[in-house]
Every structure is written in C-alpha cells, then in structure tokens.
C-alpha cells in the first residue's frame, strides 16, 4: 500500500517551492510548449532525462486535477539534487526502480 502522507507532503513541499522560489534563487525555470499540454511526463522527460517526475510537473503547475490542462507557462521546478532532498525528506520515491532498493 502507498503511503498517501508521504506523496502529500511531497506535493506540498514542491507546490511551496514553486511558489515561494525567486528568480535568482537555484531553481529549473522552464516554459511548458503546447505538446505537453496533456502529458506531464513530456515535461518530466524534458526537464529531468525520464518521464517519472511528472508529480513534480503537477505540483509546481497548481493542477488541482490529473485531466486539467497545462496551459502554457513558467514553471519553477527544484533542481535535480533539489528534488532528491524533498525525496528524502519524505521518504517518497517516483521511479518505481528505486522504490525497493
């Protein structure tokens, strides 16, 4: 069974992130394109080499719904040892290689 607190405070801590970043601090700062607006995991694959972050796509769009669309915009997105942190912090892994490792 998925621990449902760990992805939660996941999303949350990512939604903050992006919310809170400014411009000059470390971040992924990427413009969504028109053929993503209904795949996250192209961005995923896009921003970080696999289609697996794609929780961090919707999480840093404020999505409030996996059928929502993802218009075009800026997106601040942690940096890839960012995002490990978050990880560890809530004990949430999304590559599903890893998971049991």
């Known amino acids: 069974m998925a621990d449902t607190q760990s992805a939660g405070g996941f999303f949350k801590a990512v939604r903050h992130f992006s919310l809170t970043t400014r411009p000059w601090e470390a971040a992924i700062w990427y413009e969504t394109k028109p053929d993503e607006r209904h795949d996250l995991t192209l961005v995923s694959r896009r921003v970080y080499g696999h289609r697996d972050e794609y929780l961090v796509i919707f ?12 218009t075009e915009r800026k997106l601040c997105l942690p940096t890839e040892t960012q995002l490990q942190d978050f990880k560890r912090k809530f004990v949430f892994e999304s590559i599903a290689q890893r998971r049991f490792l």
Request: charged share 25%.
């Open 59 to 70: 999480a840093a769009s404020g999505l409030s719904h996996v059928d929502d669309e993802l």
